[in-house]
């Protein structure tokens, strides 16, 4: 199948994507920063997610770590509430709802592999068993001295944070394992960690990518390394790999070379994809 951009003609799209409607093989949705953006969500790895503690301005790329949440974890968490809190103000958008209307009619064969940690996919009613947040989720913590891999909703009453505020006694006192007592961290994959299959997925991501017929990539442009490998794993088994990007970038070039490269937001894009995949 060759591709090329910019083609949303419904009746162009039902043609290519005819093959995978009853086709017994996965179809994988990939989503990135791309799809969340519509909702107004920042990808917090620009100016949003500067922070200042004491007189220092840190960036996304250092807090986002291990090692800061070692040394400040108040501080941390301060930056992960506020973000929390914008997260969930966002509502899903059409690229989040046709992308859960689609796992719900596909079933076992579908799946989500999402690098977005603002549990948007979930709000649209992606089924949270075909729902691999490979990078975590914003809501939920886990164990800091790993007591367990379990992962446990943050208190839905948890007051938000405005920029720069301060953890408030309060909250702190509830940011804590409910299985050991010990702190408890945002389940989140930070820059100095790996991913795995208990927490992230790692294993069962790569096997569902070497079985998938279809690998659909939305807003994420092959920066991180397990997204990478989902697509060259499909590719190599003979997927077809369909890109929705505003931009240029690596995995239109893969999408070309595999089936469809598509330069539309997803807003638009998605929905026309999964009414094609159903028709
Ligand atoms: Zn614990």
Not at 30 to 48: D, I, M, N, Q, W
Not at 67 to 90: D, K, M, T
Not at 171 to 187: D, E, F, I, V
């Amino acid at each position: 199948m060759s591709g090329s951009d910019d083609e949303l003609d419904p009746t162009r799209l039902a043609a290519q994507l005819a093959c995978h409607r009853s086709s017994t093989r996965g179809v994988i949705f990939l989503t990135g920063a791309g799809v969340s953006a519509e909702s107004g969500v920042p990808t917090f790895r620009g100016k949003e997610g500067y922070w200042t503690i004491g007189s220092r301005e840190y960036h996304p790329q250092e807090l986002a770590t291990h090692a800061a949440f070692a040394r400040l974890p108040r501080e941390v968490w301060a930056w992960y509430l506020f973000r929390r809190g914008v997260c969930r103000a966002a509502a899903p958008n059409r690229a989040h709802v046709a992308i859960a209307q689609a796992l719900v009619r596909l079933g076992d064969r579908g799946l989500l592999v999402t690098q977005n940690v603002d549990g948007l996919h979930l709000r649209a009613g992606a089924p949270p068993a075909r729902t691999f947040e490979i990078h975590g989720n914003i809501d939920f913590m886990r164990c800091a001295d790993e007591c367990s891999v379990a992962r446990y909703p943050l208190p839905d009453d948890l007051p938000p944070l405005e920029r720069g505020d301060p953890v408030d006694e309060a909250s702190w006192a509830r940011l804590l394992c409910p299985r050991c007592g010990g702190r408890a961290r945002p389940h989140v994959l930070w820059f100095d960690e790996s991913y795995d299959e208990p927490r992230y997925r790692w294993t069962s991501t790569l096997e569902a990518s070497a079985a998938a017929g279809l690998v659909i990539i939305v807003g994420t442009s092959a920066q991180t390394n397990l997204p990478w490998r989902v697509v060259e794993r499909a590719a190599a088994a003979g997927a077809t790999i369909v890109d929705v990007n505003v931009d240029e970038n690596p995995f239109a070039e893969v999408a070309r070379d595999h089936g469809l490269a598509v330069r539309a937001p997803a807003g638009d894009a998605v929905p026309a994809l999964c009414a094609a995949l159903e028709s």
